[in-house]
């Protein structure tokens, strides 16, 4: 039912049919992750609902498409300066997504999972093709470790793309552009050690601020 991978190569062919039962993966510092891993994982792993990629080596695009699973966390990954690269979810249950990338260049990511509830978001940027189209139901939402906002400032598109929103954290943001933030259902608002930006809340449903 769990299986926590580091620090090894998954050596083809490695379809995990084995693991008909398995509902947890981990793989910690693994060398390259190839897209039909994850199709072989995925299509034989009927019961997975969380799936981590931790500092995993991953040089091409990638794919996740699954109904089963519930929490994704793509974490402490790289992309090279110079390097575009991709990540597509299709996940028609999932939840919870975290990502993280270690890098001063990130994943575009397109999401298709309308189930999504929380979203955590740690990198030097983000663009638009960061799919707010995809998050129309998420309620929780973390930006970490911004250095600048592109093409545009996000703050306006995420209040009127994500209608769902009702808890938002901007942390260590270092460039963070005026903010004037109007949403009918957000209830907790955090802005930790973002600059010194201008903040214009209209918000009638509040029922916390923490800002340092």
Request: glycine content about 4%; aromatic content about 8%.
């Amino acid at each position: 039912m769990y299986l926590h991978l580091q620090n090894c190569r998954l050596v083809a062919p490695m379809d995990f049919s084995g693991l008909k039962n398995l509902r947890t993966l981990v793989l910690q510092l693994v060398d390259d992750v190839k897209q039909t891993l994850l199709e072989g994982l995925f299509s034989n792993c009927i019961h997975l609902v969380d799936f981590t990629l931790d500092e995993c080596e991953f040089n091409s695009d990638l794919k996740i498409i699954t109904p089963t699973l519930l929490h994704l966390n793509i974490v402490n990954c790289q992309v090279k300066i110079g390097e575009k690269r991709n990540i597509d979810i299709i996940a028609s249950n999932l939840s919870s997504i975290e990502y993280s990338c270690n890098r001063l260049s990130v994943h575009d990511m397109k999401i298709d999972a309308h189930m999504l509830s929380k979203f955590s978001f740690r990198g030097c940027k983000i663009y638009e093709p960061v799919g707010f189209s995809g998050l129309k139901n998420v309620t929780t939402i973390v930006f970490d470790g911004l250095s600048e906002f592109q093409p545009t400032n996000i703050i306006p598109l995420l209040f009127s793309e994500c209608f769902q929103l009702e808890d938002v954290t901007f942390i260590n943001i270092k460039h963070i552009p005026d903010m004037n933030i109007i949403s009918p259902k957000l209830r907790h608002l955090k802005i930790i050690e973002c600059g010194y930006p201008l903040i214009d809340i209209n918000v009638l449903n509040l029922a916390s601020f923490e800002y340092s």
